[in-house]
């Protein structure tokens, strides 16, 4: 299956979060005892992630047979990004390590004005 393409914005100093639902032949695919990661990078070739994402407890979390996918992205995290369009995708594998790119595109971080 071919990843979707979705692109979206992360206001850099506010919680960001994204939530979806996956789906395999029409039914809520289970998520159970998979895992997640996610990479955001400058272009595709950046040796350096700008934040890299899983679901061992760093921002990813999968939902078993509700089929969710969750990325959180605290305030105090997203406040250190430079504004700048960036590069993601988002994986997911299954304990017999298959792996599927079920996500990619663009993300925009806007610039924070107001400081704490």
């Not at 400058?42 to 921002?59: E, Y």
């Amino acid at each position: 299956m071919p990843a979707g393409k979705y692109s979206f914005v992360i206001e850099a100093g506010a919680t960001f979060n994204l939530d979806f639902t996956m789906y395999s032949g029409g039914s809520k695919w289970d998520l159970t005892g998979y895992s997640a990661r996610m990479d955001i990078r400058v272009d595709i070739d950046s040796p350096t992630a700008l934040i890299s994402l899983d679901s061992n407890g760093n921002g990813i979390t999968l939902g078993g047979t509700a089929g969710t996918v969750d990325i959180e992205i605290d305030a105090t995290t997203t406040e250190t990004f430079p504004a700048g369009k960036y590069v993601y995708d988002l994986e997911i594998e299954s304990l017999d390590g298959t792996v599927w790119r079920v996500l990619q595109g663009c993300v925009q971080v806007r610039a924070e004005v107001t400081h704490p």
